[in-house]
C-alpha cells in the first residue's frame, strides 16, 4: 500500500546540518513535499520537487530525492533555533485519483 | 506560485454555531480542492474532495451534512462546520491543484477551530 515514513525527532546543535530522511513506498509518485509546521501554526511550504529529478537547492534547503532507493532527505544547513519545528514529508501520486499522503512527520530540536 | 491562503486562521465559536472556512488559490485555477483535518500531534486526515462545479466527494465516516462543503469557482472553496460541537475543535487545512495542467497539491496554512 502507499505509506511514508519518516523518523519522529531529530536534534541538532545551532550551527550544525540537520537531514531528515523520508522514505515511501509508491514508485509512482509525481510530486514530493517538505511543509515545515511550527507548535500552533499551520503549514508552510518549504520546498518540492517533481518526482523526475535528484536534487533541488533553495538558500540554505537542498532536498535529495533516490528515486530506485524510495528516498527523500531534507538538508537544513547552519540549522538555526528559529527552525525548530516538525517537518512533514509527502508524496502526491495520482494512479486513477490524485492524492497526497504525509508521513507522520518529524520533530527538529535544535540546541543553542 | 503555488500559494493557498485560508480564512480566518483562528476562530473561536460557541456550541451549536455555524463556522465558515475560506480557501483561496492565489496565483493558480484550481479544479480540484481537498479539505483535511489535523489531530492534536497527527499527521492530517482527509476529509473530502471537491472539484469545481461539482458535489464534494466525502471520505467515509465523515458527515456530509455536517461538514458542508462548496467549490463554486476556480479560485475559492469554503468549509461550513454546522451545529459545531467541542468534539469538532480542530485544526482544518485545505489543498488545492489544477488537475488540467497536472499540477502538485498545494496545502494552505491552515485554521485552527476552537468550540466552546
Known amino acids: 500500500g502507499e505509506d511514508v515514513e519518516q523518523s519522529l525527532f531529530l536534534s541538532v546543535r545551532e550551527g550544525d546540518s540537520s537531514v531528515i530522511n523520508c522514505t515511501y513506498t509508491?514508485?509512482?509518485?509525481?510530486?514530493l513535499y517538505w511543509y515545515k509546521q511550527e507548535p500552533g501554526a499551520g503549514l508552510q511550504l518549504l520546498t518540492y520537487?517533481?518526482?523526475?529529478?535528484d536534487m533541488k537547492q533553495d538558500q540554505r534547503l537542498t532536498v535529495l530525492l533516490n528515486k530506485k532507493d524510495k528516498h527523500l532527505s531534507l538538508r537544513i544547513a547552519d540549522t538555526q533555533t528559529g527552525d525548530s519545528a516538525i517537518y512533514f514529508c509527502?508524496?502526491?501520486?495520482?494512479?486513477?485519483?490524485?492524492?497526497?499522503?504525509f508521513g507522520a512527520g518529524t520533530r527538529l530540536f535544535v540546541k543553542a | 506560485g503555488a500559494v493557498v491562503s485560508q480564512h480566518p486562521s483562528r476562530v473561536i465559536c460557541k456550541s451549536g454555531t455555524s463556522v465558515k472556512i475560506e480557501c483561496r488559490s492565489l496565483?493558480?485555477?484550481?479544479?480540484?480542492m481537498f479539505w483535511y483535518r489535523q489531530f492534536p500531534k497527527k499527521s492530517l486526515m482527509l476529509m473530502a474532495t471537491?472539484?469545481?462545479?461539482?458535489?464534494?466527494?466525502?471520505e467515509q465516516g465523515v458527515e456530509k451534512d455536517k461538514f458542508l462543503i462548496n467549490h463554486a469557482s476556480l479560485t475559492l472553496s469554503t468549509l461550513t462546520v454546522t451545529s459545531a460541537h467541542p468534539e469538532d475543535s480542530s485544526f482544518y487545512i485545505c489543498?488545492?491543484?489544477?488537475?488540467?495542467?497536472?499540477?502538485?497539491?498545494?496545502f494552505g496554512p491552515g485554521t485552527r477551530l476552537t468550540v466552546l
Open positions: 471537491s472539484n469545481e462545479g461539482s458535489k464534494a466527494t466525502y
Open positions: 489543498s488545492a491543484r489544477d488537475s488540467r495542467r497536472g499540477t502538485g497539491q498545494f
Open positions: 509508491d514508485s509512482s509518485s509525481t510530486y
Open positions: 509527502a508524496e502526491s501520486i495520482d494512479t486513477g485519483g490524485f492524492k497526497t499522503i
Open positions: 496565483d493558480f485555477q484550481a479544479t480540484t
Open positions: 520537487i517533481f518526482s523526475n529529478m
